[in-house]
T-cell receptor, first 113, second 115 residues
Framework: DQQVKQNSPSLSVQEGRISILNCDYT??????FLWYKKYPAEGPTFLIS?????DKNEDGRFTVFLNKSAKHLSLHIVPSQPGDSAVYFC????????????FGTGTRLKVLA | EAGVTQSPTHLIKTRGQQATLRCSPI?????VYWYQQALGLGLQFLLW???????NRGNFPPRFSGRQFPNYSSELNVNALELEDSALYLC??????????????FGDGTRLSIL
């Protein structure tokens, strides 16, 4: 039962354009949503998070949007740069008796110069 | 500031053996998380330790176990290794849980290969 889904395994975008990575979830018991970036042979790096009570959070070129009614979040990268080429994971923190983090399967972004 | 360090980088074992993976969190972090990333899959939550106690566990069999030491470093032990245990094992640490969200900081992982 995959509670956090990234349905696009890969995405190619031209340098300077907008990259939009999508993520869907099925559980309403998540209190935070996060995006991580992962380069080959390195661990994931935290990018940005959003509380479930917000609908937008912005940090420089990165903006995360949360649509609770659709159980959907997206990461926008503007403008996209070749260094953004990596695998992007969305994750959610489940509020149970204790916290549990659930990750999507990742989307490989390739920014073309 | 030193990041999360994991050792060894690579580990090769055979079926039925036991593997021990180690993780040192960022200084000041009290929570340690373990994840498994098998080929083509996302990160699967394994274990969460905080202040020396196991706080949560993912859907993995009991042969996956671990512990957290008084200095907050952690070990992941995998007994009776099976071929499907071949994966990248990632450790992450975070600041003491309080109000709000404390992001997890990941190490570069241990690549476990079962022959």
């Amino acid at each position: 039962d995959q509670q956090v889904k990234q349905n696009s395994p890969s995405l190619s975008v031209q340098e300077g354009r907008i990259s939009i990575l999508n993520c869907d979830y099925t559980n309403s018991m998540f209190d935070y949503f996060l995006w991580y970036k992962k380069y080959p042979a390195e661990g994931p790096t935290f990018l940005i998070s959003i509380s479930s009570i917000k609908d937008k959070n912005e940090d420089g070129r990165f903006t995360v949007f949360l649509n609770k009614s659709a159980k959907h979040l997206s990461l926008h990268i503007v403008p996209s740069q070749p260094g953004d080429s990596a695998v992007y994971f969305c994750a959610a923190r489940a509020v149970l008796r204790t916290y549990k983090y659930i990750f999507g399967t990742g989307t490989r972004l390739k920014v073309l110069a | 500031e030193a990041g999360v360090t994991q050792s060894p980088t690579h580990l090769i074992k055979t079926r039925g053996q036991q593997a021990t993976l180690r993780c040192s969190p960022i200084s000041g972090h009290t929570s340690v998380y373990w994840y498994q990333q098998a080929l083509g899959l996302g990160l699967q939550f394994l274990l969460w330790y905080d202040e020396g106690e196991e706080r949560n566990r993912g859907n993995f069999p009991p042969r996956f176990s671990g512990r957290q030491f008084p200095n907050y470093s952690s070990e992941l032990n995998v007994n009776a290794l099976e071929l499907e245990d071949s994966a990248l094992y990632l450790c992450a640490s975070s600041s003491p849980t309080g109000q709000g969200y404390q992001p997890q900081h990941f190490g570069d992982g241990t690549r476990l290969s079962i022959l």
